[in-house]
């Protein structure tokens, strides 16, 4: 018995510090936990900037946001990000990662510096830098349009069809159809790094690797490697990227702020913008926490398949 309570005295003094320093994460959890239960909370309220009291609204928020042209078209434009960001990022990613795998690794010290860099920057930075690539006097995209393709025939002729000439080329971020493809290229060339490199790390898992190595050996082709060996044991790097550049494509802010405002009009607005002027531009703090636990739910139905697939495999159900 003896014995016994020094052991069970000598187990709580090793995991004591485990304790104290796991205490600033717990409470920063609980904050989260308070103000994301807070922020659904305050949605069904008619809460304003300066109000002294919130009172039940029941869905009002809800049924204004549905009744508005500019909601469903940031809805619309979330959409969007999810299809011409997602898809790519996380396709040129594994095509990359792919890449580094089947060369070798003759083309790692290329392309993956090439592709990280660009990861290590602020969403703030890299909208002013695509800000200044697409400004339509001084900017990288036109200096080039205007004096290399637009000199080569075929280009040219294909490019006044689109009505662009070297007097009149294209105002990119003040275009209503075209600014958003603007702002996505910018988010893919910060993200297609990030996606390369958790696909990387998938191809360097010991198991996988060896199938690889092995296929090699017997003479197998990038194809018949692709279709028979890395995709069927790739689905869980796909389903990690796919919900993660999903995530953020729901929550992206930064850059399209910086880049346009949500501008023209509100042609490039997504929901995360649109929550931050109605709550701090309009002071409908209350229509801003309807607009955050939409985006909150949306980002819950995201994740349940990741978590699904994560509980069959570290329980092997």
């Known amino acids: 018995m003896v014995l016994e309570g020094v052991r069970k005295a000598m187990r709580l003094g090793k995991y004591k510090y485990s304790f104290i320093f796991l205490a600033p994460a717990l409470f920063f959890i609980l904050i989260l936990y308070f103000m994301t239960i807070w922020t659904i ?17 029941g869905l009002d928020r809800y049924l204004e946001l549905s009744a508005e042209e500019r909601f469903w078209r940031n809805v619309y434009n979330n959409i969007l990000w999810l299809v011409f960001f997602v898809i790519p990022s996380t396709l ?10 089947i060369s070798a690794e003759k083309l790692e010290p290329y392309l993956r510096p090439l592709f990280l860099y660009p990861t290590a920057l602020s969403f703030v930075v890299t909208g002013v830098l695509w800000s200044w690539i697409f400004d339509p006097r001084r900017g990288v995209f036109n200096f080039v349009l205007a004096n290399y393709l637009l000199e080569v025939p075929v280009l040219r002729e294909v490019l006044q069809v689109m009505g662009i000439t070297k007097n009149s080329l294209p105002l990119l971020l003040d275009d209503p159809d075209r600014a958003i493809f603007c702002i996505v290229m910018a988010a893919m060339w910060q993200y297609t790094g990030f996606a390369m490199l958790l696909f990387l790390a998938a191809f360097r898992e010991s198991l ?21 060996i890395i995709l069927p044991n790739m689905k869980h790097a796909f389903l990690i990227v796919t919900c993660l550049l999903a995530i953020f494509s729901l929550k992206v802010f930064d850059v399209v702020w910086v880049m346009t405002r949500g501008g023209p009009g509100y042609a490039t607005e997504v929901l995360a913008v649109y929550m931050y002027v109605a709550a701090f531009a309009q002071d409908l703090l209350a229509k801003g926490c309807a607009i955050a636990t939409i985006i909150f739910s949306l980002t819950a139905v995201i994740i349940v398949p990741y978590v699904y697939y994560a509980i069959k495999r570290w329980f092997g159900l």
Not at 92 to 101: H, I, K, P, R, S
Not at 208 to 228: F, S, T, V, W, Y
């Open 208 to 228: 996988l690797r060896q199938l690889i190595e092995a296929a090699m050996i017997d003479g197998a082709g990038a194809l018949q490697l692709l279709k028979h």
């Open 92 to 101: 040129l990613g594994f095509f990359l990662a792919f890449l580094m795998e």
């Open 41 to 57: 909370a305050m949605s069904f309220t008619d809460w304003t900037f300066g109000s002294k009291e919130a009172h039940f609204a």
